[in-house]
T-cell receptor
Framework: DSGVTQTPKHLITATGQRVTLRCSPR?????VYWYQQSLDQGLQFLIQ???????AKGNILERFSAQQFPDLHSELNLSSLELGDSALYFC??????????FGPGTRLTVL | AQSVTQLDSQVPVFEEAPVELRCNYS??????LFWYVQYPNQGLQLLLK??????LVKGINGFEAEFNKSQTSFHLRKPSVHISDTAEYFC????????????FGTGTRLQVTL
């Protein structure tokens, strides 16, 4: 158990819909990272937050957005979903510049 | 920018045999290096990491890796594998000294059989 929690574990929805994925980092970790894992793209960095502020952006679509709240949990919002958005979405957290610890992931299936 | 190459997409090996999973990286700045393991239907678990110091790094489950700066490699080794080591292994790199993103390789599927 890494100490990073993600909900829900599985999510099945239809094209055009909007979903929210939630992540709670390890206690004391200020940085939260979101990654997408798909068969064709592999593991790709989406976005990073540090203590409530956006720190870096990767290959994140405009239809996707995220935020980090004062209690440091983070949410990833995916809208106007397409079939190709089906993937595993991971959240990771770290303290400082050390190791990133990953949550169990949310498996999103878009039908 | 950094990049990672894992040359072998699949590595079949018999139980109790040694194994080496190869990882090469590219970066114009100093980096930290990591190996993560992903068991079926699970998240990523840290196996080991190189930040600085000794180039031979020991991790969990009997794995070790050696950082070779001249060859820009960070190969993962285990002297004797078990069935339970069957999983996907990812090499990753991150810019040193900053809380920045991980760049992952495409993964190597280690398949251990009797």
């Amino acid at each position: 158990d890494s100490g990073v929690t993600q909900t829900p574990k599985h999510l099945i929805t239809a094209t055009g819909q909007r979903v929210t994925l939630r992540c709670s980092p390890r206690s004391g970790d200020l940085s939260v990272y979101w990654y997408q894992q798909s068969l064709d793209q592999g593991l790709q960095f989406l976005i990073q937050y540090y203590n409530g502020e956006e720190r870096a952006k990767g290959n994140i679509l405009e239809r996707f957005s995220a935020q980090q709240f004062p209690d440091l949990h983070s949410e990833l919002n995916l809208s106007s979903l397409e079939l190709g958005d089906s993937a595993l979405y991971f959240c990771a957290s770290s303290v400082g510049d050390d190791t990133q610890y990953f949550g169990p992931g949310t498996r999103l299936t878009v039908l | 920018a950094q990049s990672v190459t894992q040359l072998d997409s699949q590595v079949p090996v018999f139980e109790e045999a040694p194994v080496e999973l190869r990882c090469n990286y590219s970066s114009s700045v100093s980096v930290y290096l990591f190996w993560y393991v992903q068991y079926p239907n699970q998240g990523l678990q840290l196996l080991l990491k190189y930040l600085s110091g000794s180039t031979l790094v020991k991790g969990i489950n009997g794995f070790e890796a050696e950082f070779n700066k001249s060859q820009t490699s960070f190969h993962l080794r285990k002297p004797s594998v078990h069935i339970s080591d069957t999983a996907e292994y990812f090499c990753a790199v991150r810019r040193a000294g900053t809380a920045s993103k991980l760049t992952f390789g495409t993964g190597t599927r280690l398949q251990v059989t009797l």
